[in-house]
């Protein structure tokens, strides 16, 4: 299985939305759960927190369930064992880099992966309408990304 690890602050609002949008993008893709193991992760998480309301509110209008979701605190043995990391900033490639020395070649920003050089913004605290747009973001970038990793 390509293991692909989805990386933001909190693991509430940004790489959750991302863990759920990917999983859906890999059926559409057809290429089945066998090929890819999805998951997330907060560089300063406090396990077990749940996903932000308005994250939850955004997935559901998009028929995905993220009120089970609890935070995940990324570990160095999450970032060893992943093929693919994908943060949603720069400054959490560079946080990531300085955690587990040696994983350069695997993490990236998402949008730098997808093609475009820019962080995605954080919706916490935001508006349903600011999640919208970050939900939108990802599922751009997320489609582009995946079509890349899986060729």
Partial sequence: KKKVLFVCTGNTCRSPMAEMLAKR?????????????????????????????????????MNLDLSKHKATALTPEQVNDADLILTMTASH????????????EKIFTLAGYAGEDRDITDP???SEETYHKCAMELEKLIGQALKKFAS
């Fill in 93 to 104: 490639l560079e946080y990531i880099n300085k955690m587990v020395p040696g994983c350069e």
């Fill in 124 to 126: 916490f605290g935001g």
């Fill in 25 to 61: 993008t890999i059926k559409k893709m057809g290429t089945g759960d066998t090929e890819f193991e999805i998951s997330s992760a907060g560089i300063m998480a406090f396990p077990g927190d749940p996903a932000a309301d308005n994250a939850i509110k955004v997935l559901g209008s």
